[in-house]
């Protein structure tokens, strides 16, 4: 092999390496969840089976029968749609105003509000979490869905706000100009004109919250007492410590909760990205 | 409406739109703060303030030996995990920033854990290391090692925990160095293989610089996720066997909403916000010199 050749392509040996690695950090990443779907699709007696089967035969959906369509994991799934789709509203509502506002106008304090708004990023749910109980007590808000709203809703809105900046700041301003001469308000030429160019922004920001509520365990079981009040992951924790651990219906439980993330993701992989990297980069 | 009226109109209008936002978040972020701060100075009797203690309840939740057990547990935990996740989640960026087929399918799989809740991960990850009926126990007694029943031993519960954090956390690196990779022209690397330069040397005087600042941010987040994080050593150990994985974070939770005592719980939390203060201003420096770089 002459050296030009050399540095056009990696060699076998190299290429082989590669999907060697490949394959062990996918095993990696699939094993506790492939052992999980394995474990929700067995007979009871087979989760105990010695020495363990990863196929079961015949698999069974009693599993999810048991689990999803209790009544009370249909409760934890309604609630949590319920705050994932309340949050939503609020959150973003609030955000996409507050961004539209610090883009397109310029006044005293923005930067210093701004930073405010930002500096919650230090602020973990963990270094609020008790005065939050305490407070909710007090406002008679403990053990309600509406608690969980409020909380989520302002841990998200300074992400969202960082995330629908750049999304607003990227449609030329002029468009909004001319919607004003044409007799728009300001406000009226950001909802007309605007925010429908903003549906990209507004799916990254969708993604986000959802997925963010979704999986959210501490605040949902700190402030909420009551089972008609759990969330998903609350759900499946109770179902943990409960009843003592029937892996079964709890495997069952736990890869249907993830199910409607990665179909999700599957469908809206960008979005996705954008969401979850602006949630990290100010979660 | 009075000419005057209508111009003060105009100037308080941004304002006006960002005020429900502020005020909210401020409400549910800073409010907490100051409260947490009064509150450690006081032993509470549950819900009420209670009496001025001083630092007391600092030194309760930090100082006795117990407390710095659980600070060296932290410790440990956050550094295991970034010990995995960080050469993971950057090697497998590299390697899917090379055109092979396949990368895609490849990428959008290794993502998944991300997407797992804290609560599920635990909960796999427990099924998944059990001793009498999981298929590492099974694999490991075909080669003649029997398996002890790791989240109750002190010696393997924290690194079931390092496992699984870090099996939640490389994704985060490996999308945001994969995205840090792409940004990279191909030709300077290019240039430089033509100027004779070694794939390692390439690697280590222009890749790595060149994502040297995102390196660092994913450093950071995964420190604070690891560090602020109660769920999974609740679900998977609850801080034992014996304290052997007893956490800050976890302690303050326990304090808050297991003993009710509120100074010690929200002295914790004061302690670990201070920490994420910390490195959130290191990150913030970091993305400073990014941008004046």
């Known amino acids: 092999m002459t050296a030009r050749n050399r540095r056009r392509g990696p060699s076998r040996l190299e290429n082989f390496l590669v999907y060697a690695a490949l394959a062990a950090a996918l095993a990696f990443a699939l094993l506790p969840l492939l052992w999980g779907l394995s474990t929700s699709l067995k007979a009871q007696i087979d989760v105990h089976k010695m020495p363990p089967v990863w196929i079961p035969s015949p698999p069974t959906f009693a599993n999810y029968a048991d689990a999803v369509f209790d009544v009370r994991f249909g409760r934890y799934l309604v609630n949590t749609l319920i705050v994932v789709f309340a949050s939503l509203v609020l959150s973003t509502g609030l955000a996409l105003h507050a961004a539209w506002a610090t883009v397109r106008f310029r006044f005293a304090g923005r930067e210093g509000i701004l930073l405010v708004m930002w500096a919650t990023i230090m602020v973990p749910g963990i270094a609020v979490i008790v005065p939050l109980y305490m407070a909710s007590v007090d406002l008679g808000l403990y053990d309600t869905l509406a608690s969980l709203v409020i909380v989520y809703s302002a841990w998200l809105v300074p992400t969202l706000v960082w995330l629908l900046r750049g999304f607003i700041a990227a449609i030329p301003y002029e468009l909004e100009e001319a919607a004003r001469i044409d007799g728009c308000s300001r406000i009226g030429a950001f909802w007309r004109v605007t925010m429908p160019l903003l549906r990209p922004g507004l799916l990254a920001a969708g993604v986000l919250v959802f997925v963010m509520v979704w999986n959210e365990f501490l605040i949902g079981y700190s402030l909420t007492l009551s089972d008609g009040n759990r969330m998903i992951q609350v759900g499946i924790y109770y179902f943990m410590t409960e009843t003592g651990v029937e892996y079964g219906p709890l495997t069952a439980a736990a890869i249907a909760s993830i199910a409607p993330i990665a179909v999700l993701y599957a469908l809206l992989q960008r979005a996705f990205i954008q969401g979850l990297t602006g949630g990290a980069v100010k979660g | ?293």
């Not at chain 2, 978040?25 to 009797?45: E, K, M």
């Not at chain 2, 007391?56 to 659980?70: D, H, I, K, P, V």
């Open chain 2, 1 to 293: 409406m009075t000419a005057i009226a209508r111009a003060r109109m105009r100037i308080l209008r941004p304002y006006l739109w960002l005020a429900p936002a502020l005020v909210l978040v401020v409400a549910v972020s800073f409010w907490p703060l100051g409260y947490a701060l009064l509150q450690s100075l006081h032993r509470s009797d549950y819900l009420d303030l209670g009496t001025y203690v001083g630092l007391e309840n600092f030194s309760r939740f930090m100082l006795s030996e117990a407390g710095l057990e659980r600070a060296w547990n932290s410790f440990v935990l956050v550094v295991g995990t970034l010990a995995i996740s960080m050469p993971l989640g950057f090697g497998l960026a590299l390697l899917l920033d090379r055109p092979i087929p396949g990368r895609n399918i490849v990428r959008t799989i290794l993502i998944l854990p991300w997407l797992v809740s804290n609560t599920v991960a635990a909960l796999l990850w427990a099924w998944l290391l059990n001793a009498q009926f999981g298929p590492i126990a099974q694999a490991l007694n075909g080669i003649g090692i029997a398996m002890p029943n790791v989240l109750t031993s002190p010696t393997w519960a924290m690194p079931a925990l390092i496992v699984c954090n870090a099996w939640g956390a490389f994704p985060l690196v490996m999308v945001f160095l994969l995205s840090a990779l792409q940004t990279i022209p191909k030709e300077v690397n290019e240039a430089a293989r033509m100027d004779g330069a070694k794939r390692w040397q390439r690697f280590r005087h222009i890749t790595f610089p060149l994502v040297r600042n995102t390196t660092l941010v994913t450093l950071v987040l995964t420190t604070l996720h690891c560090f602020n994080g109660v769920t999974i050593v609740l679900i998977m150990t609850g801080g034992g066997p014996f304290g052997a994985t007893d956490v800050m974070a976890l302690r303050v939770f326990e304090e808050g909403f297991k003993f009710h005592r509120m100074g010690i719980a929200t002295a914790g939390a004061t302690i670990i916000f201070a920490i994420n203060v910390f490195f959130t201003v290191t990150y913030m420096r970091i993305l400073k010199n990014e941008h004046g770089a």
